[in-house]
């Protein structure tokens, strides 16, 4: 596994690096060499905040955990991740009726694999309209995304509203 580092108001100690790179060695079981990890640890206020991204043939695992220690995150994010790959596993496991058993690192039971049923179904016509509008209908309506038909580009666009209350912007391409 390839793990990059990331620091946003933190400095990563070369100590941290160790202990999160060998206990992320023990997932590459689930991917091989050609997985990418990124490691970001940032610090807002007096919270310090570990999100890990997991990268492997075009599929993401992520995992985003805060509190008062770095240490302490890294022993909330992993189980969270293996949960995920284990949920994904899982689903192409009975897809194609094959069955795999390896023991988990983090976790000591199979997570549930039985995702929510649909509730609601909408459909609605996209109109063209600029990214500042797509804003406001977010704060209008208090969603926390939009879709959108981008009026600048023609392409497809989700707006959504992150947990710092900045905005981040999704274009679809087909």
Known sequence: ?????????????ERF?????????????????DAGVTVACVRQNKIEKLEVTISNKGLLYRSEVSGENMYNNIDFALPK???????????????????EKLPFEFIDEMPETKL?????????????????????????????F???LNAETGKVNVLYKRNDEKYGLIEVNF
């Open 1 to 13: 596994m390839k793990i990059k580092f990331v620091e946003k108001n933190y400095k990563i100690a």
């Open 17 to 33: 690096k160790k202990v999160i790179t060998e206990k992320l060695e023990k997932l590459s079981k689930y991917f091989g060499d």
């Open 81 to 99: 991740l293996e949960r995920q790959i284990i949920r994904h596993r899982g689903k192409i496991r009975d897809s194609k009726k094959k069955v």
């Open 116 to 144: 929510p049923e649909i509730y609601k179904k909408k459909s609605f016509e996209l109109e063209p309209i600029m990214v500042e509008e797509a804003k406001d209908a977010i704060e209008r309506l208090g969603h926390t």
């Open 146 to 148: 939009f879709i959108f």
